[in-house]
């Protein structure tokens, strides 16, 4: 068999082929097994990144074998592969793990609202549920800016009464609300909110 030099790999033919970039010995063209001191191997994607530095970009860790790891996908720096040192968006550090939160803004897998807090009677319960005579609007996300739900209280008219031009009006609702006006008396923009 013939042997290649460092950065190369032997073709079928027994020519050398060139290794890919920073790689000092691999496989094929495509697969790099170690590479050179100023840079490291991502498992993954078995290529060799350049750094500089010491380190290994976002999302991976330096590992004893001095390759870069990736870390769990909910982690977007680690320090090995069951310590998490910061997450990605939707998840909070919880010890050394990332974990999805309740409360952050974001409506995630089985949430049916995520007004960005743990407050209850607010429409959105703690546990990420719509209370009780509420709706929520579905928030979204602009580039790195989040907007959470917005909940409102919604409630079911049941009873409508007019007595005659200024006389008495009657509504009943389903449940009890607080009637404001957001400016003056005269505003035709009424806030109600469930009690």
Known sequence: MNSCPIGKFPLPNGQCENCIANCTECKDTLTCKTCKSD???LEDEKICRWTGLATCPSGYYL????N????KPECNTCNSLSVCTSCILGH??????CGRKCGNGIREDREECDDGNDVSKDGCAPDCTVEDN????????VGLTVYPDICRCDPILTLAEWTDYWGTIRLVFDTMIIYNSTSSPKSNIPMTFCN
Do not use: A, I, P
Request: net charge positive; proline share 0%; with cysteine.
């Open 63 to 66: 590992n004893t074998q001095n």
């Open 134 to 141: 509420f709706v929520c609007e579905q928030g979204s996300k």
């Open 68 to 71: 870069c790891t990736k870390c």
């Open 39 to 41: 840079s490291y191997l």
């Open 92 to 97: 909070s550090l919880q010890g050394n793990n």
